[in-house]
C-alpha cells in the first residue's frame, strides 16, 4: 500500500506547529495546528480514527463532556488500552484532528489502539461524519450559549440525522433521563444502551426555573415527574399518551456524598450477577451522572467492573472542573460555571452540604462563552443569598457589573457583596486575592469558560498550576 504523502504532511506539519507554539509560550497549540492540518489533508481525522483498530469513542452533551471523556479515557488506559484522547478540550473538528496528530506516528504504523473524542455540539454530526465511531455517548442537553447553539430543540433537530446514520453495528449509550435524548435514541440503526438514577433523598420538588424539555415529544402535553435529578433530567411520564422514561439498563442507586471531596454510589446493570459499588474522586450529583455515563460507555467497550471502580477511585479533576489549587496561603476550587444548569447544580453543591468561605464569581461574554449574558436571571442566585455560610461574593470578569446587579435582585446582602475585583483582570485578582480573604480561606471560584482560562494561564505563570494542555 502506497504512503499517503498527504496525510503524513498534515501530520508532520502539526506536530511542529505544537512544539513550536508551546516553545514560545503561545498556548497548547490545541487548535491552530489541527486547523492547519486539515486545511493540507482535509480526510485526515478520517483517516487517522481509521488507523484506530477499536475505533473511537465520541462524549456529546452540553455539560460534564471533559470530565467525562477523562474519566472514561482513565478507565480504559486503565485496563491495558493505549488511548489518544482531545483531553485539553479542544473539541471541534481542527482541536480533535490536532489532538490524533500529536500521537499519530508517520507512515501506516500506529501509537494508539483506541480514541475517546470530546465533541462540540454544533460540530457532533460533523464529527460522527468523519471518525463513524464504535461509540457515541450523550450525556445531556441544556439551553447553553443560544446566540451560537439555539434553543434544545434546534440542537436536537441538528444531530438527528447523524444519529439516525450510526453504523448498525456502533453502540449509543444515552443518558434516558433527558427526554430529548431519549426520543433521539428512537431512531437509530445503533444499538442502544440507556442509563439513568434511581435513587432516592436528591431530588428536586419541582422543576428548576431554568428547566427545559419537560414536553411530551408525541403528544406536547406537560412531563409528570415521578423524580427529578438535575434540570430536567428525572423519571419522567405523559399524562396524556403514556409516553414516560425508557427502562434503564444502567441505573445508579444509593448514591452518597463525603462533602466536597468525593461520592459514592451502587451501580445495577442488566447481565451483571452483583451490583457495583463505586467510590469517585469527585462530588455532586451532575458528576454521579457523568460517572454513570462511563460506567455505561466502558462496560459496553468490554472493560470489567473491577478495573472500572478502581480507575474513577483516583480521578484528579480537569482542570477548572473542581479543580483544587493552593495559591498564597489560599485553598482555591475553580468551578467552570457557564450556563443556568451548570451554575444551579455548582451552587446547590455549595449550599446543600453547606460550604463555608467566599466566592468569586467571573461572567466573560467573550465569543467562547456567548455574548448575551441574560442566562444569569436563570440561574438560582436566590440560594446563596440565603445561606449565610459561603460569606462575601466578590463580583469580576467582564461582565461582573452585570453580576453584581444580578446579586442585588437576588438579596445578597449589601455587606456580602464585594465590588474591588471589578474591571480587574484575573491576573490582577490574583494580586489583590491575598489581600482581601484571610490566609487559609477556602475560595471557591466560579468561572465562565474564557474566565477560566484567564485565571489558569495566570496561575500557570505564577507557578502554582500546570498550563492546562499539560494535565
Known sequence: MAVDLRLNAAIATSKALTRAIRRVGRGGGTAFPGLIATRIDPGILGKLSARLPQGVTIVAGTNGKTTTSRMLAGVLRESG?????????????????????????????????????????????????????????????????????GEL???????????????SDATLVVNADDPNLAALAENTRARVVTFGLETEGHGLPELPHAADSA????CGSRFEYDAIYVSHLGAYRCPNCAYRRPELDIAAREISFQGMERLSMTVRRDGWEDDLRLDVALPGLYNAYNA??????????????????????????????????????LHLTLALSKNPVGFNEVLRMLTVEPVTGPVIIGINDLDADGRDVSWLWDVDFETLAENAHTGTVFAAGIRGDDLAVRMKYAGLPADRLDLGLLGLSFSEVLDTLPKSVAKGEHVFVLLTYTAMLQLRRALAGRGAAPQFWRQ
Open 81 to 149: 488500552l493505549q488511548v489518544v484522547h482531545n483531553r485539553s478540550g479542544s473539541n471541534l473538528v481542527r482541536g480533535i484532528s490536532g489532538a490524533l496528530a500529536a500521537e499519530a506516528s508517520l507512515g501506516r504504523g500506529r501509537s494508539a489502539e483506541i480514541g475517546v473524542i470530546e465533541s462540540d455540539e454544533n460540530a457532533l454530526p460533523d464529527v460522527i461524519r468523519q471518525t463513524s465511531p464504535h461509540c457515541l455517548l450523550l450525556l445531556n442537553l441544556f439551553r447553553d450559549q443560544l446566540d451560537r447553539y
Open 153 to 167: 430543540e434546534t440542537i436536537a433537530r441538528h444531530w438527528a440525522p447523524a444519529v439516525a446514520e450510526l453504523d
Open 215 to 218: 414536553v411530551c415529544r408525541r
Open 292 to 329: 454513570l455515563a462511563v460506567v455505561a460507555t466502558a462496560s459496553v467497550l468490554g472493560v470489567d467492573a473491577g478495573t472500572i471502580a478502581t480507575s474513577l477511585r483516583s480521578f484528579e479533576a480537569a482542570f477548572g472542573r473542581l479543580e483544587k489549587i493552593e495559591y498564597e496561603g
